[in-house]
């Protein structure tokens, strides 16, 4: 069984191909060098993510976990939850209103659940 994940923005692409749970190919393409973090792509091979959020991230090139910009809710343009929290503080309330901020949710739509349920929870920390 072979499963794949695509998205493509903004002339981005980036495709990974999984068989039996694990990673058979990585591929990324950008009109200029994306910001990957190599050695995750690298290590997905041997470990896989073991759930949707951090096959997500791998989509988007980086840790579940993220860095500064948080942790990955939209793989399409990688936007993190940082900056949705952020824009949320300063007034967006509406997946679209994000997406009109971020470009979030703006292409496959597969974040928007996880948009929503930002809007509805306040940040933890
Ligand atoms: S993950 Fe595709 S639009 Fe957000």
Not at 19 to 31: D, I, K, M, T
Not at 46 to 66: E, I, K, N, V, Y
Not at 73 to 101: H, K, N, Q
Not at 108 to 114: A, F, H, K, L, Y
Request: charged content about 15%; proline content about 6%; aromatic content about 6%.
């Amino acid at each position: 069984m072979q499963l794949q994940q695509a998205t493509g923005a903004a002339g981005e692409y980036r495709l990974l191909a999984w068989r039996e749970g694990e990673l058979q190919l990585a591929f990324y393409a950008a009109p200029r060098l994306p910001t990957l973090d190599q050695g995750l792509i690298s290590a997905a091979f041997c470990a896989p993510p073991a759930d949707a959020a951090g096959r997500f991230a791998l989509l988007a090139g980086c840790s579940a976990q993220g860095n500064d910009a948080g942790r990955i809710i939209c793989s399409c343009f990688g936007v993190g939850e940082t900056a949705i929290r952020r824009a949320i503080e300063e007034g967006c309330d509406s997946p679209a209103a994000l997406g009109a901020a971020l470009k979030c949710g703006t292409n496959c739509g597969s974040c928007i659940p996880e948009l929503k349920q930002l809007l509805l929870t306040p940040a933890t920390a």
